[in-house]
């Protein structure tokens, strides 16, 4: 399995998966019933740490430079 993410890539889902998971736990936001949707960001974590997308590869997409210059 090679990465198909870029750096930008990663740092984004990154961003938007810890956004998420606070979310989920109510930290810096109000209880709304709907919370619980926010652990959803478990996902974008968890392919910016293996840097690979399963979507992505289905539909032959890589953001990843370093190894299109190889």
């Known amino acids: 399995m090679t990465t198909n993410m ?3 890539d990663r740092v ?9 998971i606070a979310f989920a736990t109510r930290v ?5 019933g709907w919370n619980w949707i926010g652990w959803i960001g478990v996902v974008p974590l968890v392919t910016a740490a293996i840097g690979w997308c399963p ?3 289905l539909l ?8 299109r210059q190889h």
């Open 6 to 8: 870029g750096t930008t």
């Open 55 to 57: 979507p992505y590869a």
């Open 28 to 32: 810096g936001f109000p209880d709304t």
């Open 60 to 67: 032959g997409i890589n953001t990843n430079q370093s190894w």
């Open 12 to 20: 984004l889902r990154t961003a938007i998966g810890l956004a998420l």
